[in-house]
């Protein structure tokens, strides 16, 4: 296939279409086989004939070595990256499955506990009572921590949407604060807000932004000492 490529770019070559420009193999005298590159320039007289060649022959070996080996490193790379996106796909959809499957029956859990919790009252000394907020809460806490998990598919998959929607930041923060509050009873810690009077309204997603205070305010509650005060500034 060699000595017809190179035919045939010296007939383009000798007819004038374009100068020599070829990469080809050849058998040294010694035997050894070798990438050369061929390039040259015909020659005309003025009938438009061509009466001699010029030109350059440079061994390539090296280089053409060089290419296969990041040919190689090349492919094997893409191999290697197409099976770690597989592996990615599919621990997302295995997150995905196991959070749905979870999910299923934490929400009618969710729903008997604060059930239960209406009909108990507001007992604060109950034995009941306690019991019953510390299943609505850690239900709730699990709830959450699913959600995480399925906005990571979600973000994985490209499928996350914001569902914005004009919000009374200080009363959703406030409600939500009042809500947070009695899950810190446990270690005898104080949640205080310090929100100034004037926030504004806003365009907000308010399941996410709801995501982002619970997330800080767990992690403000799990790194600070058993009866601290906590404060969310807004």
Known sequence: SDIANLRQAMDYTLSGKSPLDIDVHV???DGRRIAVLRRGQAVFDKTGKPVRMY???QDITQRKQAEEQLKELYDRESALRQQLEEEAKSRIRFIDELAHELKGPLT?????SGMLREMLGDKSESSQRRLADNMYDGTHKLINRLEELLDVAR???GSVALNLKLTDTSKFIDELVSEYAPALAGRNQQL???MQPDLPFAEI?????EQVIINLLSNASKYSPDGSQITLTA
């Open 27 to 29: 058998i040294r005298p």
């Open 55 to 57: 030109g350059t022959v």
């Open 108 to 112: 009618p859990m969710l729903a008997s």
């Open 155 to 157: 973000f994985a998959r």
């Open 192 to 194: 205080v807000l310090k």
């Open 205 to 209: 997603d308010t399941s996410r932004f």
